[in-house]
């Protein structure tokens, strides 16, 4: 064990991948000692290889290997957006009935158009304009260190050509808003900047490839919002809740590795291959015009500008209901008609049996295979290597839980740190120990995994190595912020660092310290009470502004509903800054 070192002013930074080097060396030999009556064999051995082969799978810290992983996406992105436009599309049905002359693939076209359309529904304009507001993220002409909402309704307004006259009939429809808003941006008339689309970008996703996303102009986004929340309630109504969605996936998931009656299955690039012509097929015509008047026509793909051949790209917020939608109408449509149903209407029973979210899909394993091929005969790939519904395969995986026969055996990624300072080393090591912890409870038991781990003897001789002090904090509190999996038995069976002292007070509370992370650098900017009360009558609770009770309260109206001589002022985060340590405070004991 080495000598701990004191902080010295030159000591500044470190080095992240050996620190993660040797974590993963420590975890592949504590995984060569599994105990068999705890795991399986089988299972054993699916842990080991695919923690071992996949555990920096999320780790890049190279720039050139970020930058030309961010190219790659790039140049993939303009080859599938020319594959989407070349050459002939198989042609939809003509006819809205079913015949018996119908191939199965059109039957099955017409049931999922009939299913969207009973969906979907009319759309009512003031539904939708109700419905429309702005996201927490960046848009175009809005950077994403200023995203409240005054910055987004600061002229001009970036939209694409067609949105001018929609934005004029919202304006129309709530004139009280209009009015705030001429007197918020201290102008006689709406200033618009029109652009032809929207912009692309990449975000982190792995080490092979970085996820292609796309910015997208403001006005545009607000409207997408508003189609985006009524897609959601329509879906809702027919049995599929999206807020829900993603834990009963994972329920399934561990029913189906051990039951292996249902499928799941998962699609590459899904987002970005919804074809415009199947949308055109399938939604209602009012719907389908409604999104393709808010969609961006066109991309500045790395400075030039490309026509977009798919309904909507990642970024566009109304991408995700729709490939739901579409994903849910061909699964309930093929199951139907492969039991030889000729209805357009199909049973509720196959409702029932259809779960999406998003591309990930879950089905009986009976009708996978017909699905699958429905989807990719209409553009769609199916990923393989992700997508499971053999009865003879006991592994299943939807919305990132992973499960064979029964057990959780999803792995744990290492991501990087924020920085390689070394004010960053701390909170990400805690992320690695609260991650690892996890996962070795389910490998090891709950006995036997605190016992000789070369995790923990490395993890604590970094903590060793830097002088840092081990801070212990309750269970519901951030990764980041300290080690949530305390157990006094490491103090026994591992040379630990200095802990962060805990205090019990006499009236039974507990006083600890952690970590959080504060932004520096905040510009206060004042809000326009008159402008967010408009959007507070409109039910956008979310709008929130934060007042001082010791400020003068500035504005000369008298509707907005907080007590007066109060000044709100809001603060734009400058997403610069660092870790600190705090003070916290429980009554729950938790060592």
Known sequence: MRKPVKKSKGVRSFNPVEIISKIQQAINLDLNSIDDTVVSPIEAKFVYEKQSNEFLKKFVTDQSRKDSLHLKAFVDFEKLNNELGEG???????????????????????????????????????????ACQHSSGTSIGVPYTATNVEDKWKFPLSATGGIRSLFTRYLAWYPRFREYLLRHNQSIEVEILEVNGSRGTTVDKNDV?????????????????????????????FGLDVSRAQNLHRELAYFASVFRRIGTIDWSKASDRSRTSLCAFLFPSQWFSVLDLVRSPSMDLNGSWVDLNMISTMGNATTFPVETLIFYSLGVATMSVEDGHMTLFPDWKYFKSMHVFGDDCILPTTFADTFVSVCEGVGFVCNRSKSFYDEGEAFRESCGADFLRGRNVRIAYAH???????????????????????????????????????????????????????????????????????????AHAYKLPKVSP??????????????????????????????RYSLWLQGKHSYRAVYHVNDMFSSDTNV????????????????IGGYVVSKGLTHIPFV
């Open 88 to 130: 002939s599309f198989l042609p939809f049905p003509s006819v809205a009935r079913l015949s018996k002359n119908h191939t199965k693939f059109d039957k099955i076209l017409l049931v999922a158009r009939s299913v969207c359309h009973s969906i979907l529904g009319s759309l009512d304009e003031d539904e939708w304009f109700s």
């Open 209 to 237: 490839e970085r996820r292609f996303i796309c910015i997208e102009p403001t006005l545009n986004m607000f409207f997408q919002q508003g189609l985006m929340t009524l897609m959601y309630d329509r879906l809702q109504s």
């Open 416 to 490: 990087p740190p924020t920085s390689n300072r070394l004010s960053a080393l701390e909170p990400w090591l805690y992320t690695l120990l609260n991650v690892l912890t996890k996962k070795y409870i389910s490998y090891f038991g709950e006995l036997d995994y605190v016992y000789n781990k070369a995790l923990y003897r490395c993890i604590f001789a970094t903590f060793h190595e830097f002088n840092l002090s081990l801070k212990i904090v309750p269970h519901d509190y951030p990764d980041d912020s300290g080690f949530k999996q305390w157990d006094l038995r490491m």
């Open 502 to 531: 805990i205090h019990r007070s006499k009236s039974g509370l507990f006083r600890f310290s952690f970590l959080r992370f504060s932004y520096r650098n905040r510009s206060e900017t004042k809000v326009n009470p008159d402008f």
């Open 560 to 575: 907005w509903p907080l007590p007066k001589r109060k000044r709100l002022s809001i603060y734009e985060e400058k997403r």
